[in-house]
């Protein structure tokens, strides 16, 4: 079945430093999303991508979907503490349904 | 506000008992979805709904059932047959568009706990 695989797992940082994680699918995606969960809390959506090599930014956050729709980055600029979290992708594949990436926990050391 | 209720927020239960978290929501959303996190481990679908009345299995629907008698409410229960309950577990809903997988919107989330 399709499957959604993220690297790192995890990620420690000094606060300044830059970040990315990495998002790959078994399968081409019509979209992907992006969330991020606080510690404790729940998924929040961030952003999604639709077009083939689209690239969005948010700040110091910039999305990247990958030219054949099957990967796709979150890259942070000067993280700070307030980045802390999981970030995960999702992707929705030929089930029509979102497949959640293992996600990966960020930690920023001030 | 509009957002997605979900109760309890901490559940102790004991082994061979079903139990019945509720998920309610004024987004006025047509599909609705639990999920379940592990530590260490993503969002693994157990069902959704995008009508009324209709549901379908997600990834790891055994031990699991839902029913959807209202648009606002998806209760999940986790029967006596889920070999591993422990969990935390969360609801969600989206409204359904053209696009294929639409935006999700999360509740707070239930963390069950099995004696």
């Known amino acids: 079945g399709q499957q959604v695989m993220q690297i790192p797992q995890y990620q420690h940082v000094q606060e300044g430093e830059d970040f990315t994680t990495y998002c790959n699918s078994s399968t081409t995606l019509s979209n992907i999303q992006w969330y991020k969960q606080r510690p404790g809390g729940h998924p929040v959506f961030l952003i999604q991508l639709v077009k083939s090599g689209e690239v969005k930014k948010q700040k110091r956050l910039t999305f990247q979907f990958g030219e054949a729709k099957k990967n796709s980055s979150l890259h942070i600029t000067a993280t700070q503490t307030t980045d802390v979290g999981t970030y995960f992708c999702a992707g929705d594949g030929a089930t029509n349904k979102l497949i959640f990436g293992t996600g990966t926990l960020l930690a920023v050391q001030p | 506000d509009g957002g997605i209720t979900q109760s309890p927020k901490y559940l102790f239960r004991k082994e061979g008992q079903n139990v019945t978290l509720s998920c309610e929501q004024n987004?006025?959303?047509?599909?609705m979805y639990w999920y379940r996190q592990d530590p260490g481990q993503g969002l693994r679908l157990i069902y959704y709904?995008?009508?009324?009345?209709?549901?379908q299995k997600g990834d790891i629907a055994e031990g699991y059932s839902v029913s959807r008698e209202k648009k606002e409410s998806f209760p999940l229960t986790v029967t006596s047959a889920q070999k591993n309950p422990t969990a935390f577990y969360l609801c969600?809903?989206?409204?359904?568009?053209?696009?294929?997988?639409?935006?999700?919107?999360f509740g707070a989330g239930s963390r069950l706990t099995v004696l």
């Open positions: 709904s995008q009508i009324v009345n209709d549901f």
């Open positions: 969600a809903s989206s409204s359904l568009g053209t696009s294929g997988a639409n935006v999700l919107t």
């Open positions: 987004l006025n959303h047509d599909a």
